[in-house]
């Protein structure tokens, strides 16, 4: 079983920054996906960014240029960088690791809050 502990989250003005970060453990062999999710109320859950154990990163077009996410593999952490936040950015930002241990399984995240606003 694989635990995921997020932090970071919270409320800041408009074009602020904030840094996720999220750590798992548990019986983990090794991690191949990393990454955020996000889901303002009414819409969907999305893709923000994602990065593999090769380090190639993918983000969602809308946070290009402004967020940045990098994993510390000693520590089984990934991160996530914003800036220039604006509210449309206001979500539940949710962690997701794929692990095997040994199977390869998805895991989520309990979900911070990010709020934008003046």
């Known amino acids: 079983q694989v635990q995921l502990v997020e932090s970071g989250g919270g409320l800041v003005q408009p074009g602020g920054s904030l840094r996720l970060s999220c750590a798992a453990s548990g019986n983990i062999l090794s991690i191949y996906f990393m990454g955020w999710y996000r889901q303002a109320p009414g819409k969907q859950r999305e893709l923000v960014a994602g990065?593999?154990?090769?380090?190639?990163?993918n983000y969602a077009d809308s946070v290009k240029g402004r967020f940045t996410i990098s994993r510390d593999n000693a520590k089984n952490t990934v991160y996530l960088q914003m800036n220039s936040l604006n509210t449309e950015d206001t979500a539940v930002y949710y962690c997701?690791?794929?692990?095997?241990?040994?199977?390869?399984?998805?895991?989520w995240g309990q979900g911070t809050q990010v709020t934008v606003s003046s």
């Open positions: 997701k690791v794929s692990a095997r241990t040994p199977t390869l399984q998805n895991y």
């Open positions: 990065i593999i154990s090769s380090g190639m990163t």
